[in-house]
């Protein structure tokens, strides 16, 4: 090799590396895996940011198909049979329930003559990007499927940019109330006693909000007689919880694309994104926060000591005022779940909550815990101490962790006993 093509080498190998390396909490197990799956996850969003710029695509659309082409190159590389993704007994439909598409799992144990558990999933990534159907998503429900004997249904409820909120919600909500009316609970021969709402991440925010609201909606029958929520985002006031700064570059979800999402969801203006940083959207000063719905997120009362460390709260003085009057979803509890008065949490069914220690909607999760167990609802508060956010779905070789193993056979064992 000439001295030209060693140099062009080192510092492609030296640049490769830089581009790669992201620096983690020691307690991360596996480092360079996750620091794998994070430079995937950033080149895709570098392309996709490029075929916007180049008014191809809207970037959030191309970065959805780029991660969608990164997880199907992996599966080929992989075959998905050596994997044991696929559950033979577990029968598929894909069909729609008020109108909206859903993917339906039912356990190969015959329906006649007795009953099985029923779940509602709502699958994660930003309310923008993912669907149940594909990857770890879809093969955690046929796990759950088959080991439960569950009949769970997965919601492809709509994703930005084609809506914005309250659609998601709204999607959910009707497959919801759907799934808990008696002609489909006979349909599929489901207990109504044995009923969970589950999600992960914007999921777990949309089955906490959709929780609420059949819990108090007097003309739903049956309700849900359990949650579960992984890592939900529950608020988008306080971006400055001891969660969001401590893992504020963490990958997959650092803060500002935690707050990326947030803003696309509630139709805000991206350029907004450098005030909700520094809490300026919910400045003191604010009139529209009244303390009463200040006390509900303030995660100096609401947090153990554990998890506030040495971190001070942010809260600016003035800011902006006029930020929650253009966005009114900022107070939307059918957006922001941890809103919810104690009158609504107290009626709302036992709940499992999983939170990660490095993660930003760590706090979230904690806080949703503490307010409903005040507010005497029993709570199952599953903390991982070195999981981080997504570590719920990396379960499959090449990106499996041994902590997102551990928290899969946490949740099914706990449903086992618990529903
Ligand atoms: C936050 O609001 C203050 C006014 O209270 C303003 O001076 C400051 O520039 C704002 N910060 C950002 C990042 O926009």
């Known amino acids: 090799m000439g001295v030209k093509a060693l140099l062009v ?40 940011s490029l075929k916007h710029w180049l008014g191809l695509d809207h970037s959030m659309m191309s970065f959805r198909q780029s991660l969608e082409g990164l997880e199907s190159t992996v599966k080929r590389l992989v075959s998905s049979e050596s994997s044991g993704r696929v559950i033979p007994g577990v029968k598929i439909s894909d069909i729609t329930f008020a109108g909206i598409p859903v993917r339906v799992y039912e356990p190969p144990a015959g329906g006649e003559g007795h009953l099985r558990r029923g779940m509602m999933y709502f699958h994660g990534g930003g309310w923008a990007l993912g669907s149940g159907k594909k990857g770890a998503q879809d093969a955690v429900n046929r796990m759950v499927s088959d080991e439960l004997n569950t009949v769970v249904v997965s919601v492809e409820y709509r994703l930005y940019p084609e809506v914005l909120f309250p659609v998601p919600y709204l999607d959910c909500l009707a497959a919801a109330k759907h799934f808990l009316s008696p002609a489909i609970l006979a349909k599929y021969s489901i207990d109504p006693e044995r009923l969970v709402v589950a999600g992960d991440s914007a999921g777990g925010n949309l089955a906490a909000a959709v929780a609420q609201e059949i819990s108090v909606d007097e003309s739903v029958a049956v309700k849900f007689s359990v949650q579960a929520l992984i890592y939900p985002a529950l608020q988008a006031l306080d971006f400055n919880t001891p ?151 990396f379960i ?10 551990r928290s899969l056979r946490a949740y099914i064992n706990w449903l086992q006993n618990n529903l």
């Open 9 to 48: 080498t080192v510092l492609l190998t030296a640049a490769v590396g830089y581009y790669m390396y992201t620096p983690l909490p020691d307690a991360i197990q596996e480092p360079w895996k996750l620091m794998m799956v994070d430079a995937g996850i950033r080149t895709a969003m570098h392309l996709a």
């Open 243 to 393: 969660s969001f700064l401590q893992n504020q570059h963490m990958p997959i979800l650092p803060r500002h694309t935690m707050v990326q999402f947030w803003l696309q969801y509630l139709g805000a203006d991206l350029s907004l994104l450098p005030q909700l940083i520094v809490n300026n959207h919910s400045a003191s000063q604010n009139s529209g926060i009244t303390s009463e719905l200040r006390s509900r997120i303030d995660w100096t009362t609401l947090l153990p000591q554990k998890f506030k460390k040495n971190y001070k709260p942010v809260v600016v003085e003035k800011g902006s005022q006029e930020i929650l009057k253009k966005v009114p979803g900022f107070l939307d509890v059918r957006a922001a779940p941890l809103f919810a008065g104690p009158e609504v949490l107290a009626k709302c069914p036992r709940a499992y909550i999983l939170t990660c220690e490095f993660d930003v909607l760590r706090d979230d999760g904690l806080m949703y815990a503490r307010r409903l167990q005040d507010a005497g609802v029993s709570v199952t508060s599953e903390h991982y101490e070195e999981g981080f956010h997504g570590s719920f779905s």
């Open 396 to 405: 499959f070789w090449p990106v499996d962790f041994d902590v997102g193993k």
